[in-house]
């Protein structure tokens, strides 16, 4: 307690307030316990995905003054932590097939529909899991003719978006499919 004075007077902070701040370190107000629980709100409902910064944007939307840091450190004494979505593991081939030749040859203008097809999977975050989207576009017209989602990238998903551009497009002969020959097409 006497070697308060002197540490007070170096840092220039009144005894008072070192005091006070003794007093009552560790009680929460009310209305430090309502932020408290609207910063696990927000992070709850962001299926712990929301940051600081986004859990300070949402925190002054509701008419709350606070900033990024603040809310970093109401994260930090809550013991929440901003998990980001894993990244995709989706394997990219960068060898030339050994399937079939490339007849399309990057010849993109078509003179008449259901010449040539392209297909593609591609994938979307769907908010708790990877969800993949197989798509056949007709090159004449430019417009997807068939799609399919599903939960993995395989031949079904790709087999279910030729059925359906294929049913939908009247069942056309002699049509050119090209893909970029990915195992799901191969």
């Not at 109401?74 to 030339?96: A, C, F, R, T, W």
């Not at 593609?120 to 576009?137: E, I, P, Q, S």
Request: one cysteine or more; hydrophobic letters at 35%; aromatic letters at 10%.
């Amino acid at each position: 307690p006497h070697s308060i004075k002197p540490l007070c007077k170096l840092f220039e902070i009144p005894r008072s307030s070192y005091h006070y701040r003794l007093k009552y370190r560790g009680i929460v107000t009310p209305e430090q316990a309502l932020l408290r629980q609207k910063v696990v709100d927000i992070h709850s409902r962001s299926r712990g995905s929301a940051g600081a910064r986004t859990i300070a944007g949402q925190l002054t939307q509701e008419g709350e003054n606070v900033g990024r840091y603040k809310a970093a450190s109401l994260m930090k004494e809550l013991g929440i932590i901003s998990k980001q979505p894993n990244k995709h593991k989706y394997k990219i081939s960068e060898d030339v097939s050994k399937i079939a030749p490339n007849l399309l040859n990057r010849k993109f203008n078509v003179k008449a529909p259901n010449q040539v097809w392209c297909g593609d999977v591609t994938y979307v975050w769907a908010g708790n899991k990877w969800l993949y989207l197989a798509a056949v576009m007709d090159l004449f017209a430019r417009r997807i003719v068939g799609w399919a989602c599903s939960d993995s990238p395989n031949s079904d998903l790709t087999c279910a978006a030729l059925r359906m551009a294929y049913e939908s497009r009247g069942r056309p002969q002699n049509v050119m499919f090209h893909s970029d020959q990915g195992c799901h097409y191969t």
